[in-house]
């Protein structure tokens, strides 16, 4: 079976500081890859997402900038945090065209 | 643009009540539509799902039936529990195969 994994859980981090989150899938191969932010109390808003190695799709413009370098890892980057950019960080996977499944999220706050 | 409505919450009810959490969706085409839940803290889980017109889907006791000509997918369950209390997504597969999100109706089940 499938699982997706991502770290930290969560994050205490400094504006200026620079952020790495990593998500991993098992069990899958070539899988669609994405990665959300959910601010609090508020809904999904879709950051990036990949359809393989090195192929990195941008919906919204940011400090942040993602990574794939390899089938089943994406990561999440930042080179200076922002205030803005504390929440809920969801990664998820999906076979090529169908639901997507979500690991466990990560929670920075920056301060 | 391909979009999803759903009613807003927090929507509070007592246990053993009858839930109806409404979802309307505009989609050109035949889009799969979803129904996920996220638990406080965690990620989303996909609940329930339907692929064309008039297919029901369920899930712990949860169902919502697509309907093409009112382009509705509601959530509905016949008694709550306190375990229900949770944030309920509704959402499309575009013609993209990537996923539009509502915003997200947060349940409150009070004993």
């Known amino acids: 079976s499938q699982t997706i994994h991502q770290w930290p859980a969560t994050l205490v981090q400094p504006v200026g500081s620079p952020l790495s989150l990593e998500c991993t899938v098992e069990g899958t191969s070539n899988p669609n890859l994405y990665w959300y932010r959910q601010a609090a109390g508020r809904g999904l808003q879709l950051l990036f997402y990949?359809?393989?190695?090195?192929?990195i799709s941008s919906e919204v413009p940011q400090n942040l900038s993602a990574s794939r370098p390899q089938d089943r890892q994406f990561i999440l980057s930042s080179k200076k945090l922002l205030l803005s950019d504390s929440g809920f960080y969801l990664c998820a996977w999906s076979p090529v065209t169908y639901e997507q499944y979500f690991g466990p999220g990560t929670r920075l706050t920056v301060t | 643009g391909d979009s999803v409505t759903q009613m807003e919450g927090p929507v509070t009810l007592s246990e053993e009540a009858f839930l109806t959490i409404n979802c309307t969706y505009t989609a050109t085409g035949y889009p799969s539509l979803f129904w996920y839940v996220q638990y406080p803290g965690e990620g989303l889980q996909l609940l329930l799902k339907a692929t064309k017109a008039d297919d029901k889907g369920s899930n712990k006791g949860f169902e919502a039936t697509y309907r093409k000509e009112t382009t509705s997918f509601h959530l509905e369950k016949g008694s709550v529990q306190v375990s229900d209390s949770a944030v309920y997504f509704c959402g499309l597969r575009d013609s993209n195969y990537q996923l539009i999100w509502g915003a997200g109706t947060k349940l409150i089940i009070k004993p």
């Open positions: 990949s359809v393989g190695i090195g192929q």
